[in-house]
């Protein structure tokens, strides 16, 4: 089983601060997603990172894939309320399968 | 293009029911994959199925099946129900498997 793990599990900030999640594995992953999901609705692919080392900017949001290709992070910046929700890893590890993370759960107080 | 879509969006049945649930994906994907997720175990993979045939299967019992018909639309069944199946069933469709996967709305399933 290729376990995925994210840090925090719950974060609760206050509007125009900035934070990171971090998603760890022991794995090497082809590629890595993040997703956003919202209470009650499906998770919503924000981006896909799939060199080693590769950082994405997203406006207000930056994503890194570790070098060795096993841990990724999200980083943003001024967080506003409406970046609030569920934010997911998901690894590919080609075997048409992917990987998901424990999630990160976080709440930005205007 | 239309996103996918799964119903019913919400369900209530009792214990020792079955369940049948749709997913259509979006137009040209031949892929989809189901998903379950729960407060306490997140995301969990169920299936992927691909022209047709199961491709891959995550750690599920038999209770769990699901099927893809020649339109690529996909249907999951759950018999037997147990209240520990109350969760969130995601669907999820691709061109081929291994690319970025699109989600449906989801179905919430509650077993009483």
């Known amino acids: 089983t290729q376990l995925l793990e994210q840090s925090p599990q719950f974060l609760s900030i206050q509007e125009g601060e900035n934070l990171t999640v971090y998603c760890n594995s022991s794995?090497?992953?082809?590629?890595l997603q993040w997703y956003r999901q919202e209470p009650g609705e499906g998770p919503v692919l924000l981006v896909t990172v799939v060199t080693g080392g590769e950082v994405k900017k997203l406006k207000r949001l930056t994503f890194q894939f570790g070098d060795a290709r096993k841990d990724s992070s999200l980083h943003i910046t001024a967080a506003q309320p409406g970046d609030t929700g569920l934010y997911l890893c998901?690894?590919?590890?080609?075997?048409?399968?992917?990987?998901f993370g424990t999630g990160t759960s976080l709440t930005v107080i205007p | 293009k239309a996103g996918v879509t799964q119903t019913p969006r919400y369900l209530i049945k009792t214990r020792g029911q079955q369940v049948t649930l749709s997913c259509s994906p979006i137009s040209g994907h031949r892929s989809v994959s189901w998903y379950q997720q729960t407060p306490g175990q997140g995301l969990q993979f169920l299936f992927e199925?691909?022209?047709?045939?199961?491709?891959n299967k995550g750690n599920f019992p038999g209770r769990f099946s699901g099927r893809q018909f020649s339109n690529s639309r996909s249907e999951m069944n759950v018999s037997t129900l147990e209240l520990g199946d109350s969760a969130l069933y995601l669907c999820?469709?691709?061109?081929?498997?291994?690319?970025?996967?699109?989600f449906g709305p989801g179905t919430r399933l509650l077993v009483l």
């Open positions: 999820a469709s691709s061109f081929q498997g291994q690319e970025t996967q699109y």
């Open positions: 199925y691909f022209s047709e045939t199961q491709r």
């Open positions: 998901a690894g590919d590890d080609t075997g048409n399968q992917f990987y």
């Open positions: 794995s090497v992953f082809s590629s």
